[in-house]
T-cell receptor, first 111, second 108 residues
Framework: DAGVIQSPRHEVTEMGQEVTLRCKPISGHNSLFWYRQTMMRGLELLIYFNNNVPIDDSGMPEDRFSAKMPNASFSTLKIQPSEPRDSAVYFC?????????FGPGTRLTVT | RKEVEQDPGPFNVPEGATVAFNCTYSNSASQSFFWYRQDCRKEPKLLMSVYSSGNEDGRFTAQLNRASQYISLLIRDSKLSDSATYLCSTSGTYKYIFGTGTRLKVLA
């Protein structure tokens, strides 16, 4: 069975550029989560979708971040414009109920 | 105060030792509890759910104490391969919180 798929795995970009991260959840899971992980702040929930509808986006840092889930098998997290402080590992996770299954993450570096 | 708190460690233990981690949570409305394992530069992976009655999976035992608002993870006969960071997680209605993790290093 394929797990959660994320792309790209690594992204290096310059400050001010737009970055789009992609996620394909596990088929049949009705919840999808975007997290950001840094050494300083640990794993932070950015946004949570249930049945493709955003339920809680209170963790989204600011207007530069946006997320969409146009259908049950795809979600994007966009940062525009990117800043060096956005450098982190971004994980997507999906869930059939409460337990979560994480993708391999996208390691983002903004220079 | 953080909603979920863990001792960051590291816990350095010899192979074969028994080691236990605690995780405290502040939201009494939390409904579900989990332990995840995260290896260096990898994603968190679900280790086990934590039930009120306690549950065991091989060498791993998880327990929940609602009165004192903490969950625990006990690892018996630790192996070198158990070296990782262990994250606790709580969830309630539309709320999912992870601790910052406890680092375990099992020494040969």
């Amino acid at each position: 069975d394929a797990g959660v798929i994320q792309s790209p795995r690594h992204e290096v970009t310059e400050m001010g550029q737009e970055v789009t991260l992609r996620c394909k959840p596990i088929s049949g899971h009705n919840s999808l989560f975007w997290y950001r992980q840094t050494m300083m702040r640990g794993l932070e929930l950015l946004i949570y979708f249930n049945n493709n509808v955003p339920i809680d986006d209170s963790g989204m840092p600011e207007d530069r971040f946006s997320a969409k889930m146009p259908n049950a098998s795809f979600s994007t997290l966009k940062i525009q414009p990117s800043e060096p402080r956005d450098s982190a590992v971004y994980f997507c996770a999906s869930s059939p109920s409460y337990e979560q299954y994480f993708g391999p993450g996208t390691r983002l570096t903004v220079t | 105060r953080k909603e979920v708190e863990q001792d960051p460690g590291p816990f350095n233990v010899p192979e074969g030792a028994t080691v236990a981690f605690n995780c405290t949570y502040s939201n009494s409305a939390s409904q579900s509890f989990f332990w995840y394992r995260q290896d260096c530069r990898k994603e968190p992976k679900l280790l086990m759910s934590v039930y009120s009655s306690g549950n065991e999976d091989g060498r791993f035992t998880a327990q929940l104490n609602r009165a004192s608002q903490y969950i625990s993870l006990l690892i018996r006969d630790s192996k070198l391969s158990d070296s990782a960071t262990y994250l606790c997680s709580t969830s309630g209605t539309y709320k999912y919180i992870f601790g910052t993790g406890t680092r375990l290093k099992v020494l040969a």
